[in-house]
Nanobody, 113 residues
Framework: VQLQASGGGLVQPGGSLRLSCTVS????????MAWYRQAPGKQREWVAD???????NYADPVKGRFTVSRDNAKNTLYLQMNSLKPEDTAVYYC????????WGQGTLVTVSS
């Protein structure tokens, strides 16, 4: 099982980015998917998740600004991030739970003017 995250970059405060995470090595889509992030000097924290039935949950700091979605036909997880703030700066990781937890390599998001 491999996860490939992409879409990070440098954006100004108030801007938007969309992260993607493509999963390979699994047949079907009966697994939960999630985004985490780790800011410099801080522990990794949960950001959002979406279940195999498409139920979604968000951490309080991103509610109303981030939207998690998935395209099962493409085995891809997305995170649409709007109204970005400097405190959103972090390496963002995708994770799936399929018997065990599998992590992507992370993609860096920097929010700065």
């Amino acid at each position: 099982v491999q996860l490939q995250a992409s879409g990070g970059g440098l954006v100004q405060p108030g801007g938007s980015l969309r992260l993607s995470c493509t999963v390979s090595g699994i047949i079907g889509s009966n697994y939960d998917m999630a985004w985490y992030r780790q800011a410099p000097g801080k522990q990794r924290e949960w950001v959002a998740d979406i279940g195999s039935g498409a139920g979604r949950n968000y951490a309080d700091p991103v509610k109303g600004r981030f939207t998690v979605s998935r395209d099962n036909a493409k085995n891809t997880l997305y995170l649409q991030m709007n109204s970005l703030k400097p405190e959103d700066t972090a390496v963002y990781y995708c994770k799936i739970r399929f018997i065990a937890d599998y992590w992507g390599q992370g993609t860096l998001v920097t929010v700065s003017s």
